[in-house]
């Protein structure tokens, strides 16, 4: 059973086992007293939040303008024959077969548990089913969740090209910051956050024939919300057709939270996958990626390679030493083509990703955790998995919120192996060992409610008129104690009384599509008279750490660049001087390449300024400026903020609440001043605790905007002239 495989230069580097086709099953021969020895903290990278938002739009309107060709051109054949071997494609997918047998059972049943293989068909057929079988009569819609924004535009750019209609029209989707729908959409894919927050204005759903709540293994916080909400809405919405689609994983689970509804099983077409382990762990994953990429390339029969990395940064780095020693090799070996996914990746690359590789070379396709089950790749036959993702994790005492690198589970590391196996027999190495498989890795990853801030979710729960959250119809429930923080957290912002109801505060704040602490500073900015330029810090702080670009052979240019913008105050400032001269070029591409400044990112904070602008009549907030002053805008931003306060002590920053050690980020404008009182936006681990975007206040604001949650005691500077030896001190440590 055991063979040692021969992979280029290193003999007996992998231990091989096979993936049964059917069902996963592993047992390890040899175990090893090995740990994973991955050095944790140097892989702490910070997520980028709008990661892969930029590759969906493109890859969009890449298949617009080709869409918009066909109608240009009326060479009907060509048109007629394009529309042909879409039919022929959707024909072939395994969930065809199981079409009728599909359609009944959902006539049959008001909640049905739908699982299938990924790529299986579910997300682009299903809806297309129900709208051929008449569910949109009526205009009745048809709507259809998934976790990531991407595959929300992606999928339903592709169902609108199956269908032959404009995106946007009969089928559109909705995200965060962006509706991309009109009053003929009946098919509506989007994003769970954005069916969550149309229970505000729609409470029963009473615009929907059909809900399917799709990827549901992910088990997104708002995903858990929905299947608590919409288990509610079926009891006196009898006519509503809910489905739960998920990939091979815990359906059981579904079905029995739906009242034991029934599975209907798609079974997947899926070649065997072998699984090589490392005999030793992997001291540099990223390393022994080039390493095993090279090795395929060298020794393995054709077929393209997928690495799944944890982030942007790792990505570009895995990419740049491929690259190199592809040049060094020159000749000596088949071309290779390196391709990366990551959010800010010029368009010309992302179009690579989808284009069949050329005869005779070989694509790699280096990707974040979005290529496991909602994005198929067609080629891959090989998958190289280091076995590590990055995963949100919540601190519930101190409220701290932060993104590390940490081992995925079992349930993804079998995911990612499966995406060998699509088109042919495949290959997948585990850069780990099969020890550290069975002993190291969790069964199946942590549902995000139980390892997040729930602030939001209570605001909107509470304004549906929940507020007995510790009874809510949980799947899993979030631990207690983050449930009670999200509440004070609310209280001390004015969302909620002493009684825990929603103030009218609340209930405009709820209205807001963003986080209560960024909802609070925009409503503070109505009382300080500065909304004009706090619509503008928020709509750049959501579009977080990719304002500035920072090419690796033009660091000094792109620092100097930089420094230019920096304005007195702090880094919400500096956003605020950027995004204002980026307005007066005329929202210039030029300026932003001079000034090395991300086109993109700023394009998109316009979009998010445009949004939140058009809400605040709904607020009732009027739009004007403060422009001469600062001291109004650094008010709004404490009103929203001041849980996130921090104070100059020895060697750094304490926090005020829970004293904790936090330091200035190098990158921000105040690193080296050190004002006394700090704001930061967020704290990120990387080396250590920093925080990012941060902004001089007076403490005494914080007795301004928060009294209820502020004592003027814990305000009294240390500094003061009691202990004029500790002053000296610490103004010694500082240099
Ligand atoms: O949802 P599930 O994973 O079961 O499959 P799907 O997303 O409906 O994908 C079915 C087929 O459509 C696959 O062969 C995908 O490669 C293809 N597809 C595509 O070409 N482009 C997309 N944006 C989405 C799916
Ligand atoms: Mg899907």
Redesign the pocket.
Known sequence: EESAMELGGEQGRWEEERLKTASLSFGAKKERELGMRHEQDKYQLILEEEEMIDFVST?ITMKGTQADKDQEEPSLSQAEQKKQSMQE?RRS?P?FAYREDLLSAIQQHQILVIE??????????IPQYLLETGYSEGGMKIGCTQPRRVAAM??A??VAQEMGVKLGNEVGYSIRFEDCTSERTVLKYMTDGMLLREFLTEPDLASYSVVII??AHERTLHTDILFGLIKDIARFRPDLKVLV?S?TLDTERFSCFFDDAPVFR?PGRRFPVDIFYTKAPEADYLEACVVSVLQIHVTQSPGDVLVFLTGQEEIETCCELLQERCRRLGSKIAELLVLPIYANLPSDMQAKI?SPTPPGARKVVVATNIAE??????GIIYVIDPGFCKQKSYNARTGMESLIVTPCSRASANQRAGRAGRVAAGKCFRLYTAWAFKHEMEESTVPEIQRTNLGNVVLLLKSLGINDLIHFDFMDPPPHETLVLALEQLYALGALNHLGELTKLGRRMAELPVDPMLSKMILASEQYKCSEEVLTIAAMLSVNNSIFYRPKDKMVHADNARMNFVVPGGDHLVLLNVYTQWMESGFSTQWCYENFIQFRSMRRARDVREQLEGLMDRIEVEVVSSPEDSVPIRKAVTAGYFYHTSRLSKGGYKTVKHQQTVYTHPNSSLFEELPRWLIYHELVFTTKEFMRQVIEIDSAWLLEVAPHYYKSKELEDSSSKKMPRKQGKAKEELG
């Open positions: 890859a494609v997918l969930i299938g293989e990924t790529g299986s068909g579910k997300t682009t057929q992606s999928v750019a592709r799709d990827e689609a990939a798609i989808f089950t909602s994005l198929t790749i067609d």
